[in-house]
């Protein structure tokens, strides 16, 4: 990245399948031509709450109501009434006492909290998001994902961690919330360009999401990875590589890595050609340090730290499945590493609106897209890939977890 210009371009909200995603897609794709190259736009469809409307209030004994976002794809109503109780962390005994209630919980809303709280006969649901030590809260627009829906639909609403804190405090007899809501389809896409190699049928690719949350210009998460995939696209096409390169650009991520999960479903004929992708998701924070998880044999943590140390840079390697578009692939068979620079504590934050370009530097940049460039080299050029096509079975015993597959009754 020679400046913060192109940062700066897609420094806006770009949610899934929206207007604003699309005019993302073409900026980079506007880059790509620029390079003398063609992208595809392989275009999917996802599904999407649209005109999400709620109110949340307290009943009795007094009466006062709270600002608050209804919860997407799941349950609507016209106004439920019912008495009120704060979950906390989901103990058997707090769930003992949740049934025929509107329950607040603490914690995201995950597959395992809403659970139980199904389970336990809740019939409705609160959350809430932000810090204590913030003045003003945008508060999020959630939605359930598929796994969740499931197991039933409620409805649920969030509100601000404050106004969770002073509902608390109230410890209200009943409460009534409302939730309207309707479901619609969308057209995402991800972008794909193909650089042939002299080996046509070994394939590596680069791929990075460009789709943001709502109230975030998503510039750290991840207009950055974009970018450096762009980058690789510019410094790979400079000469024929010896193995097949994909650059991919990928939609609708945050809503559940969607994007990457169509392109992998729509490219079955030939994954198994693909040896390695190498996906980034969030680089060029300054206060922060670089990191690699690898989701496929340990020699592949090893050849990066073996590089690394011939290269002077410092990073941390793991193994394991890293809630990023590396999932889906390593899913489908093809070992994959996510690269990324995480930010320190207190530093630079995702997905709210406090993700903007101040905590981005191209010096910190530029440091981490040279060493995978470096490491991609040794891979894309070796006369024979060094890359283990084997998942271990610790491996695909975690994909399994994490993409809910094999959850306990």
């Known amino acids: 990245m020679e400046n913060l210009a192109l940062l700066e371009k897609l420094s806006f909200e770009r949610i899934a399948g929206s207007k604003e995603e ?96 199904i389970q ?42 404050h106004d969770a804190q002073t509902l608390v405090r109230l410890n209200p007899a009943t409460v009534r919330l409302t939730v309207n809501a309707k479901e619609s389809t969308r057209t995402s896409h991800n972008l794909v360009v193909t650089l042939p190699g002299d080996i046509e049928d070994e394939i590596i690719c ?15 998460d991840n207009a950055t990875g974009a970018l450096a995939v762009l980058d690789f696209l510019k410094y790979f096409s400079q000469k024929k590589p010896k193995r097949t390169l994909k650059f991919l650009w990928l ?36 206060l922060g340090k670089d990191i ?40 489908g068979g093809v070992p994959a590493i996510t690269f990324a620079r995480g930010a320190v504590v207190g530093g630079a934050q995702i997905h709210s609106k406090k993700d903007v370009i101040d905590f981005i530097s191209v010096e910190s940049f530029n440091q981490t897209v040279e060493f995978i460039q470096a490491f991609a080299s040794r891979v894309i050029e ?6 283990p096509s084997t998942m271990p079975k610790k491996m695909l015993e975690e994909l399994d977890d994490y993409l809910m597959r094999k959850i306990a009754e």
Do not use: W
């Not at 990075?208 to 975030?216: A, K, N, Q, T």
């Not at 990066?304 to 941390?316: G, H, M, Q, T, Y």
């Open 206 to 220: 680069f791929s990075g999401h460009y789709d943001s949350v709502r109230h975030s210009k998503g510039v750290y």
């Open 251 to 286: 939609g609708t991520e945050e809503r559940g890595l969607i994007g990457a999960t169509q392109y992998v479903k729509a490219h079955q004929e030939t994954i198994d050609q693909y040896k390695l992708n190498i996906n980034l998701d969030m680089l060029g924070v300054v």
């Open 292 to 331: 690699a998880c690898v989701t496929g044999e340990e020699a592949i943590t090893n050849y990066i730290d073996f590089v690394a140390k011939e290269l002077n840079f410092a990073i941390k390697t793991s193994t394991g499945v890293y809630p990023s578009d590396s999932t889906p692939f390593a899913d």
């Open 22 to 117: 699309y005019r993302a897609a073409m900026i980079i794709k506007e880059e790509i031509e620029k390079m003398g190259l063609n992208a595809t736009l392989e275009p999917f469809e996802i599904e999407f709450p649209e005109e999400v409307t709620a109110t949340f209030e307290i009943t009795a004994p007094q009466n006062q109501s709270f600002e608050v976002t209804g919860v997407g794809m799941a349950g609507v109503t016209k106004g439920l009434e019912a008495p009120f109780y704060y979950g906390q962390d989901l103990d058997e005994i707090s769930l003992s006492q949740m049934k025929g209630k509107i329950v607040l919980f603490n914690g995201a809303l995950r597959y395992d909290s809403y659970k139980k709280i």
């Open 120 to 161: 336990a006969g809740a019939v409705g649901f609160i959350t809430f998001n932000g810090s204590v030590y913030d003045a003003e809260i945008e508060v999020e627009d959630r939605y359930l994902r598929p796994k969740l829906q499931e197991l039933g639909k409620i409805p649920g609403v969030t509100m601000s961690i």
């Open 382 to 387: 070796a006369e024979v890939c060094p890359i």
